[in-house]
């Protein structure tokens, strides 16, 4: 994770901008790019250009600050400056995807990029792929800014006190799969989470969080973890602001578990609580591989500016917006906000706590196919248990 950095953002084309502009710039920028080490992706449509960039973070900066100063656009929104564990567009120097073959006439590129069986296929199910398809639809017109700071010092776990984990399943609907499960922190004897946690004192909180994401890790991949697995962080441990992983990444190697297959998930009353620490554990966690989702989202009275500082990987929407939800209308205008912020963000959307065929109907018509909730199986103590998935 040294240093490789992502950068995506979008910008305003000074006048009319033709093709010969074009193929000299993109000349220009592979030349250049290829001896600085940086990949990536331009985009141009109606006005806008939308760029993805992947270097080391010194020579990326460097880069930026050129490309700011160019005088062919302006208005330069940066989307995301995050630590990536592996580059989305290797191959290429600055690849270009005319968004339609007409939109900018006949450059030589990647006009099928985004065509079936074309590279945008090949870009696996990160953020960079989601945010070049949020472009495609026509989003990007407004401006969000985003946030990021540097990753902290690492810092030992300790010991961990006696517990063990239920395992709750995350169900696609669409693609009738179990595609992670969480695991959820128990007693020995599956006592409740909050009995487990009253013993551990503020002191040992962290390294008792530490302990568990790796016992979660190892009792997981014993019992055969066959897709993903969500680890939540504790209370009030993200905001120590100590959040190494280390032990997590040494515990998944260990067991044959890919960073990629594991989430982090992270309160949004935690987020509120520390908005320094939540950037930073991001971003450590961002540059191991690992993903990131705000758990509980709107229940902690944050909203969708949250988001604006911030970009998980998904979040899970709160049971308080989920109960009921087919009969509640204000519960319904903020799930379409949120699903509608998500997809512009590249962001999924879990829907948690889902208990009644009726919640998971409505839901299901929104467009929201990742479910979690008692309708589909109950947490399974030291079990990794099958779901049932409804009919709609
Ligand atoms: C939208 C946009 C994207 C650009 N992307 C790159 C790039 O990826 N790499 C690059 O070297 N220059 C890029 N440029 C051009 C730089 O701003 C700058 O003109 C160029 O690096 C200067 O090169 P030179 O000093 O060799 O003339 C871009 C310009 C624009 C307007």
Same mark, same amino acid.
């Given at each position: 994770?040294?240093?490789?950095?992502?950068?995506?953002?979008? !910008?305003?084309?000074?006048?009319?901008?033709?093709?010969?502009d074009?193929?000299r $710039?993109?000349?220009?920028?592979?030349?250049?790019?290829?001896?600085l080490?940086?990949?990536?992706? $331009?985009?141009? *449509?109606e006005? =806008? /250009?939308?760029?993805?960039?992947?270097?080391?973070?010194?020579?990326?900066d460097g880069?930026?600050?050129?490309?700011?100063?160019?005088?062919?656009?302006?208005?330069?929104?940066?989307?995301?400056?995050e630590?990536?564990?592996r580059?989305?567009?290797?191959?290429?120097?600055?690849?270009y995807?005319? $968004?339609?073959?007409?939109?900018?006439?006949?450059i030589?590129?990647? %006009?099928? /990029?985004?065509?079936?069986?074309? !590279?945008?296929? +090949?870009?696996g199910?990160?953020?960079?792929?989601?945010?070049?398809?949020?472009?495609?639809? &026509?989003?990007? +017109? *407004?401006?969000?800014?985003?946030?990021?700071?540097?990753?902290?010092?690492?810092?030992?776990a300790a010991?961990?006190?006696?517990f063990?984990?239920?395992f709750?399943?995350?169900?696609?609907?669409?693609?009738g799969?179990?595609v992670?499960?969480?695991?959820?922190?128990?007693?020995a004897?599956?006592?409740p989470?909050?009995?487990?946690?009253?013993?551990?004192?503020?002191?040992e909180?962290?390294?008792?969080?530490?302990?568990?994401? %790796?016992?979660?890790?190892?009792?997981?991949?014993?019992?055969?973890?066959?897709?993903d697995?969500?680890?939540? /962080?504790?209370p009030?441990?993200?905001e =120590?602001?100590?959040?190494?992983?280390a032990s997590?990444?040494d515990?998944?190697?260990r067991?044959?578990?890919?960073? !990629?297959?594991?989430?982090?998930?992270?309160?949004? *009353?935690?987020?509120?609580?520390?908005?320094?620490?939540?950037?930073?554990?991001?971003?450590e966690?961002?540059?191991?591989?690992?993903?990131?989702a705000?758990?509980?989202? &709107?229940?902690?009275?944050?909203?969708?500016?949250?988001?604006?500082?911030?970009l998980?990987?998904?979040?899970?929407?709160?049971?308080?917006?989920?109960?009921?939800?087919e009969?509640?209308g204000?519960?319904?205008?903020?799930i379409?906000?949120?699903?509608?912020t998500?997809?512009?963000?590249?962001i999924?959307?879990?829907?948690?706590g889902?208990?009644?065929?009726a919640?998971?109907?409505?839901?299901?018509?929104?467009?929201?196919?990742? /479910?979690?909730?008692?309708?589909?199986?109950?947490?399974?103590?030291?079990?990794?248990p099958?779901?049932?998935?409804? !009919?709609?």
């Amino acid at each position: 994770m040294a240093g490789l950095m992502q950068v995506i953002y979008h !910008s305003a084309a000074r006048g009319e901008v033709h093709d010969a502009d074009l193929a000299r $710039l993109l000349a220009k920028a592979r030349e250049h790019n290829a001896r600085l080490g940086v990949t990536g992706i $331009l985009l141009y *449509s109606e006005g =806008t /250009f939308f760029q993805v960039l992947e270097g080391e973070a010194d020579v990326l900066d460097g880069l930026m600050s050129v490309i700011a100063k160019d005088p062919r656009h302006t208005d330069i929104v940066t989307i995301i400056r995050e630590p990536v564990a592996r580059r989305s567009f290797a191959d290429w120097t600055m690849g270009y995807a005319p $968004l339609a073959p007409d939109d900018v006439g006949s450059i030589v590129g990647m %006009s099928d /990029f985004f065509g079936s069986n074309a !590279s945008f296929a +090949r870009l696996g199910s990160g953020r960079a792929k989601k945010l070049l398809a949020a472009f495609r639809e &026509g989003r990007w +017109r *407004s401006r969000i800014a985003g946030k990021v700071e540097p990753p902290p010092a690492r810092v030992p776990a300790a010991a961990p006190p006696d517990f063990t984990f239920a395992f709750q399943p995350i169900i696609d609907a669409e693609a009738g799969a179990i595609v992670s499960y969480e695991a959820l922190i128990r007693g020995a004897r599956n006592e409740p989470a909050a009995q487990v946690l009253q013993r551990v004192g503020p002191a040992e909180r962290h390294g008792f969080d530490e302990g568990c994401r %790796s016992a979660a890790v190892d009792l997981a991949a014993r019992l055969g973890l066959p897709c993903d697995l969500n680890l939540n /962080f504790l209370p009030l441990s993200v905001e =120590t602001s100590q959040t190494s992983i280390a032990s997590t990444l040494d515990t998944a190697q260990r067991c044959g578990i890919a960073p !990629s297959r594991i989430v982090l998930e992270i309160l949004e *009353s935690e987020i509120i609580n520390d908005h320094d620490g939540f950037a930073r554990a991001v971003n450590e966690h961002r540059g191991a591989g690992l993903r990131t989702a705000i758990d509980d989202f &709107g229940a902690g009275y944050a909203g969708l500016n949250l988001l604006a500082e911030f970009l998980p990987d998904m979040i899970k929407l709160d049971m308080s917006l989920i109960r009921d939800v087919e009969r509640k209308g204000p519960r319904q205008a903020i799930i379409r906000g949120v699903r509608q912020t998500c997809q512009d963000l590249g962001i999924d959307i879990i829907a948690e706590g889902v208990e009644t065929p009726a919640e998971y109907a409505w839901l299901r018509g929104e467009g929201i196919t990742l /479910f979690q909730g008692r309708l589909f199986a109950h947490p399974a103590f030291e079990q990794l248990p099958p779901a049932s998935f409804p !009919s709609r």
